[in-house]
């Protein structure tokens, strides 16, 4: 019989990426980053002219961030010791939305902190992707985990059968989003998200949750 699977996200699940990210915009291009919710826009200002910045500005800026200081970024509380309990019944997968020059970092950034599993980078939606990972290890249930509420859609689209778990580390952001409508639940922390995983993959249905 095939192993249950669970798709995570790396930043905001397993690890802290938009504090270290608003430290690094004041420390090193004097802007001001407030979030409100998951939504970048207008999120970034400059602080000698508090204009906000544009999309294709916010771009750039995030990828430097990703080449330079992704040093900088926390483990999730409870996040490497929940993967360890999963990884013992379970296949697990990182999918997590950088560009392809990014995946063999990713990997190594997540081994500092003791989590050693195949990282598949991807850009836009993870339906897609989530489908192609269930073809390939036809598993006997999946579990999907994302902070952000479009790729839970997404899911849901291309692969409705996914348990579909929303979680975002970050209390600043996690105060200011609403539950995704196309999630089956959301648990911002791994020690509650372990049991409500585990629950899963043993086929306790959802209303039992």
């Known amino acids: 019989m095939t192993r249950p699977l669970l798709i995570t996200d790396c930043d905001e699940v397993l690890l802290h990426m938009v504090s270290h990210f608003g430290d690094w915009l004041d420390e090193a291009h004097d802007i001001d980053f407030a979030p409100v919710g998951g939504d970048f826009s207008n999120a970034l200002k400059h602080r000698t002219t508090g204009t906000a910045l544009s999309g294709p500005e916010v ?5 430097g961030f990703f080449k330079t200081e992704m040093s900088r970024q926390t483990l999730v509380p409870g996040a490497r010791e929940a993967l360890a309990a999963i990884a ?3 296949d697990i997968v990182i999918l997590t939305n950088l560009t392809d020059q990014f995946n063999e970092a990713r990997a190594e950034q997540l081994g500092t902190h003791g989590i050693w599993h195949r990282v598949v980078t991807n850009q836009g939606g993870k339906g897609d992707p989530v489908a192609k990972l269930i073809t390939e290890f036809q598993p006997s249930v999946t579990v999907f985990v994302d902070d952000l509420p479009q790729h839970h859609e997404s899911v849901a689209r291309h692969a409705p059968e996914v348990f579909r778990l929303h979680m975002i580390a970050e209390p600043m952001v996690a105060e200011a989003t609403p539950p995704a409508a196309a999630a089956h639940a959301r ?9 409500w995983i585990q629950a899963r993959f043993s086929g306790v249905p959802l209303e039992a949750a």
């Open 59 to 63: 771009w750039p800026l995030l990828d």
């Open 88 to 90: 013992e019944v379970a």
């Open 187 to 195: 648990i911002d922390h791994w020690d509650d998200a372990l049991a």
